[in-house]
């Protein structure tokens, strides 16, 4: 039978460690977190926490899945959520998913195991039927996706926010916009695209194809395909990347081609990660940040572990918000 030294050694923790994360008396890293709940389900350790949890009434645990903690969108995420957990007297669960949907199965099962009071979801996929099973049985807020589930869902209005953000650049002069897209099945990039096609038609600009760069994978493909993309002899005068973690290639690769920002091209991205203030000139970008919404995201999953009831489905949006620096200049003809 499999027990908590098992699961520490397997961790590369102490049994110490193991007991405090899954107690929730005491913090714990959320790496090492991540790593002990990674062991529990592997190792399909199941700890007598009912009892525990009935007398506690409750664990004082709350799971965060997110899709992935390299992409620098996401630090932010854990650090908001991690200072309302706590000012509630909650210990935060990190599970990243890595974008993989069983993985993702496998956090909910945990999750479920350690008899968590809430989850709080970013969806890695587009499809989530593996999550069906745990909506309406654990108190659940899913962040920054909208789904059709009988479960609490808060987000940015994309296509709001891509619209500011083009709009923006339209009322400067820009006609030749340049998107910079990562997946384009992605529900939220078909939203920011909505977004930008709106501002186009109002615009009447009707050549967009030309300059859409679509499935930009990391930093370096960004860099690549910009290189390419600035040879063009009708180049565009501006871009707009539907994410910022893009920005570090995309700045390389126009500086890399003898061009300068914004002197020769603008450019505008998406979710104001943090290094972005620091790019040289700093980047214009549209604010998508839970520090901005932690507080009231927190409190929808905290009105449901409160009453010990799952929410019905509702849906939230928040307004992006346009952060002007000094990545954009005006060429001409205004609105």
Avoid: W
């Amino acid at each position: 039978m499999v027990g908590i030294r098992d699961v520490a050694k397997y961790a590369g923790v102490s049994p110490s460690t193991v007991s405090r994360a899954l107690s929730g008396a005491a913090y714990v890293e959320p790496e090492k977190k991540a790593k002990i709940l990674r062991a529990v389900s592997e190792l399909n350790y199941k700890p007598n926490l009912a009892a525990r949890s009935l007398k506690r009434g409750g664990s004082r645990l709350i799971g965060l899945i997110i899709p992935d903690i390299m992409n620098p969108y996401y630090p932010e995420v854990v650090k908001y959520m991690e200072v309302c957990a706590m000012e509630a007297g909650y210990s935060l669960i990190l599970c990243d998913a890595l974008g993989d949907a069983k993985k993702e199965e496998e956090y909910f099962a945990t999750l479920k195991y350690l008899f968590v009071d809430g989850i709080l979801y970013i969806a890695s996929t587009e499809n989530i039927e593996h999550v069906k099973p745990y909506i309406g049985d654990i108190p659940m807020v899913i962040v920054n996706r909208t789904f059709d589930v009988d479960a609490p869902c808060i987000n940015i209005d994309n296509v709001d926010a891509s619209y500011q953000a083009v709009k923006y650049l339209a009322g400067k002069g820009h006609r030749k916009i340049a998107l910079y897209i990562n997946d384009k099945d992605r529900q939220y990039n078909r939203e920011r695209l909505a977004g930008c096609l709106k501002v186009f038609e109002e615009y009447g600009i009707r050549d967009y194809g030309k300059y859409m760069v679509k499935d930009v994978e990391s930093e370096d493909d960004a860099y690549v395909k910009t290189l390419e993309l600035m040879k063009a002899e009708d180049r565009p005068t501006a871009v707009f990347m539907f994410n910022d973690f893009m920005a570090f290639g995309v700045y390389r690769g126009i500086t890399k081609s003898g061009l300068r920002i914004p002197d020769d091209i603008s450019v505008v991205g998406f979710d104001d990660i943090p290094s972005v203030k620091y790019l040289d000139p700093p980047l214009t970008t549209l604010r998508h940040s839970l520090a901005d919404t932690s507080e009231v995201i927190f409190e929808k999953l905290a009105e449901q572990m409160r009453s010990q009831t799952c929410a019905p489905a509702s849906r939230t949006y928040f307004k992006g918000r346009l952060i002007v620096r000094e990545s954009v200049r005006e060429i001409g003809a205004k609105e």
